[in-house]
């Protein structure tokens, strides 16, 4: 008897995933508690921004956090940050305030909070993340300022995901790519964190094909972050999309020995490691 309720479980969850809920599980806008009801500003860890509401081509209005250099900012890259699966841009603003401040950064920060997520209209999918991206480069592109810098596309985890895409679409547009602890695709990742799923992976619609994408990069600098003990997303995902890339602009790996997957950017030399990587960009 237990055995069959274990598979019955296994089964109920299996459809809510290949059925319309497959979405809610995977994006997890409303983690942690009150994540679409309060989205924490720049102004609490004092930083000059411009909160912009933005509507993407299919309509759907998002919010965007503008942090501006106060001064030479036109000399200084623009980082659009890409945020994790869960919260909301106003919970990355800790890492926001040290690519602002420290002094081997000094960068221009655009942060938005996905469709569905933190202040955001809409429903987050694949599709609609990815419209979601593309108009806020657009946005960046067409700033009287930030058209003029240096644009790197920066994600962790999921957003490693959105910023790999975007990339390979608009490698012309962009002069440097960072990823931290992302995968090579959802179908790939569902059997390491949601196990009883392992064996329904091709019902799976949100595939999220890093793995590809980074494939079409042939120019642009990369640098992937890797947190050495993620119990989330296995090391060997990013180690494989680092052997899969072959660009130009060359390519670089750091790993932090204790990094997990919620606390890498905490460790010691990270920040610098992204210092090193603008500075060749902006030199």
Known sequence: MESCV????????????????????LYLANYPEGSREYVPKPSEYFLPFKEVTLT?????????????????????PTILFCHGNAGNMGHCLPIAQRLYNY????????MLSY??????????????????????LNYIKSHEVFQHTKVVVYGQSLGGAVSIDLVSKNEDKVSGLIVENTFLSIPKLLPHVIPPLRHFTFFCTQKWESEKAIQNLKHIPILFLLGECDELIPKEHVNRLYELVNTEGGKDIKSFQFG??????AQPDYFESIGRFLTKITT
Do not use: M, W
């Open 6 to 25: 274990k598979y019955f479980k296994y089964f109920i969850t299996a459809a809510a995933f290949v059925g319309s809920f497959q979405c809610n599980l």
């Open 56 to 76: 993407t081509s299919d309509n759907v209005k998002i919010r965007i956090y503008v942090i501006q250099q106060e001064h030479n900012a036109h000399e200084r």
């Open 103 to 110: 002094p081997i950064c000094k960068c221009n920060v655009v």
């Open 115 to 136: 469709r569905g997520y933190g202040f955001s209209e809409g429903s987050p999918s694949e599709k609609g993340l990815k419209i979601d991206a593309q108009t806020v």
């Open 260 to 265: 997990t997957h919620a606390d890498t950017v």
